[in-house]
């Protein structure tokens, strides 16, 4: 997040985008509730009718993969009312000339014509964000996951600068990190082209300074990405795979090809507290301890850098997963002699420049946000305050693109995906607690009354879905919170999980996969044996 | 009888909320929100408020476990690391550091993180290293 969670209920208008925040985020939507009782503007745009539309000022249903039409759409009446900020544009920014030609492309009619949106509505939401002081913006995995994700992101940062509202308390472009630690684990290099806090692999100055701190030989390629990966399994370039606290057998999209890939490997090693889908298709499985059995940190969705503490033991013989990495690492051949969590923090602030005034002595008074790059920094709650990390922001002119998969005659619905309040991605965490799982034992999907009517379909009948990599059986719930013509599904629940069903295609620059659009077919299923065997297969 | 309160941050969503872990003879009883964090000021979501149920579920698992004979049986730690370390090597000696892939975790500490992939690059010099920060 550019700024942070407190500061969202003093915001004079929050615009809300591919996030069910009261699901996926409950204390965020809590400060947008507080906003809302102080006089602040609430814009959802959202397929579904989430519960947050409930204190929107507008609503809109965009169709599923339309936002750069429509965030374009809301650019254009920006500057045809003259509601953007010149001045901040002149200081701040630059590219804005072609943004501006690309945007005469998308008067709101063409905008309403792409997104199903109506002109009034884009209208609206662009004049409420533009002329309200304070506006943010608040974005989660509705944005992110498509085929053009980068896209989407680089559209909400052209309105945040368009408007000059960036940089600014209450402000900003606000993702809303799903994980604990996504946020952490991309700070600590836990990605293909990065070392630790975002340093590229392929800069020759950052690998000679990590060999010399590592004392090592280190590769200047950047490596693969999961899907990558997962391909790199199946043609033979991949041989073997560590997996550390991940279920990639629930979360990856294309369930059956997954499966397919990780089987290839000759070597797959799990370290994790459960025997996940994944654990059970290992070589070697390592037990290891949950956040309430360990010292550490984690970096929340706000940057705040926050401690955990060891509270019980783990259970029988299991150990901390950084004790059980230096381990490996000892046998292997490669000393890690680390006598505690806080020892290996120290080495991460000297080399991880926005940490390096962080210490388990600071820590222990509160979080603190990065960038923090001294002893005497008190953190840095508002990024980009006076400057860009580049300079100055840049524009990018974008043109819509429609999602990969669209419906046809053999598909001839589509699939979206996300989370039930109860639950918790691939429902490893909830579905091992008891009161949570008693709130939601089993998957469903939501369908409109209008395609249950067709389909002949009541509420609590099991249904088929197909999509072209596979197929689930699950109970269909009629519901208006969808759209006629689009299901919604989680993948949460193994045994009828989306993932079966979604498209592994990527967005070219990040690699995301498109979870949020596959085209499918319901099929109503005739012969009571198919709903016996869904039974059997439960049991 | 040994009664203690430990502050600490949820491993749910990237929120941050912090709560204390109330324990009792080496288990955790319940789970109290933490009121001076700014971020949750005394709440907690359904999920946090029951976050020690899965911590102590039955289901963890205990010991590690190697496959022999298609079957994943419980074996010593001396056996599981041992194990593992000849099958890495062989794979980097045989086939060199690039055919290997890591998955770290959005669930793990920084700490275990940095590790990880510090393990990764010097252990292999690959840069295959990702997680599900897209998923």
Known sequence: ?539 | MDLSYVRTTCPYCGCGCEFLLETFDGKITSTVPSKSNRMNQGKLCIKGWNVHEFVQSPKRLKKPLVKKDGVLQEVSWDEALDFTATRLQEIKTKDGGDSMAFLTSAKCSNEENYLFQKFCRVGFGTNNIDHCARL
């Open chain 1, 1 to 539: 997040m550019t700024n942070s969670i407190p500061e969202i209920e003093n915001a004079d208008c929050i615009f809300i985008i591919g996030s069910n925040t009261s699901v996926a985020h409950p204390l965020i939507a809590y400060r947008i509730y507080r906003a809302k009782e102080k006089g602040a503007k609430i814009i959802v745009a959202d397929p579904r009718k989430i519960q947050v539309t409930m204190v929107a000022d507008v609503h809109v249903r965009q169709k599923l993969g339309s936002d750069v039409a429509l965030l374009n759409g809301m650019m254009n009446v920006i500057i045809s009312k003259n509601l953007h900020d010149t001045s901040f544009i002149e200081e701040r920014t630059e590219g804005f000339d072609k943004l501006e030609e690309t945007l005469r492309n998308y008067p709101p009619e063409r905008a309403s014509e792409i997104t199903g949106v109506s002109v009034e509505d884009i209208e609206k939401m662009a004049v409420m964000f533009a002329s309200s002081d304070k506006s943010t913006i608040l974005y989660a995995m509705g944005i992110t996951q498509h085929s053009h994700g980068v896209d989407n992101v680089k559209s909400l940062a052209n309105l945040s600068m368009l408007t000059g509202k960036i940089g600014k308390e209450s402000c900003g472009v606000n993702p809303l990190r799903g994980q604990n630690n996504v946020q952490g684990a991309c700070d600590m290099g836990g990605l293909p082209n990065v070392y630790p806090a975002y340093q590229t692999v392929i800069d020759e100055n950052n690998r000679k300074k990590f060999e010399d701190v590592w004392n090592a030989q280190l590769s200047p390629k950047v490596g693969f990405t999961i899907m990558e990966m997962m391909h790199g399994l199946e043609d033979g370039s991949i041989k073997g795979m560590m997996v550390l606290g991940e279920n990639p057998l629930g979360s990856d999209p294309d369930t059956r090809h997954v499966k397919h890939a990780l089987q290839q490997a000759e070597f797959l090693a799990v370290i994790d507290i459960f025997l996940t889908d994944t654990a059970k298709i290992a070589d070697v499985v390592f037990p290891g301890a949950s956040f309430a059995e360990k010292d550490g940190t984690f970096s929340n969705t706000e940057r705040n850098v926050l401690r955990i503490r060891k509270a019980i033991d783990p259970p029988g013989d299991a150990r901390p997963d950084w004790q059980i990495i230096c381990d490996i690492s000892t046998r292997f051949g490669l000393p890690m002699s680390y006598e505690s969590p806080k020892e290996i923090f120290d080495e991460i602030a000297l080399v991880t420049p926005s940490y390096a005034g962080l210490s388990y002595e600071r820590l222990e008074s509160g979080g603190i946000p990065w960038p923090c790059p001294s002893r005497d920094h008190p953190g840095t709650p508002i990024l980009h305050k006076e400057r860009f990390t580049r300079g100055k922001g840049l524009f990018h002119a974008l043109e819509y693109r429609p999602p990969e998969e669209l419906a046809d005659e053999e598909f001839p619905m589509l699939l979206t995906t996300g989370r039930f309040f109860p639950h918790y991605h691939t429902g490893t965490m909830t579905r091992n607690s008891p009161t949570l799982d008693n709130e939601m034992p089993e998957g469903h999907i939501e369908i409109h009354p209008y395609d249950a009517r067709d389909l002949g379909l009541t509420s609590g009948e099991d249904i088929r879905i197909v999509s072209r990599r596979g197929e689930v059986i699950t109970k269909a719930i009629v519901t208006d919170v969808v759209e006629p013509g689009t299901i919604f599904m989680s993948f949460h629940f193994m045994e009828a999980n989306a993932n079966e069903l979604t498209n592994p295609a990527l967005d070219p620059i990040c690699k995301i996969p498109e979870y949020k659009v596959c085209a499918v077919r319901v099929e109503k299923i005739s012969s009571p044996s198919e709903t016996e065997f869904k039974a059997a297969a439960n049991a």
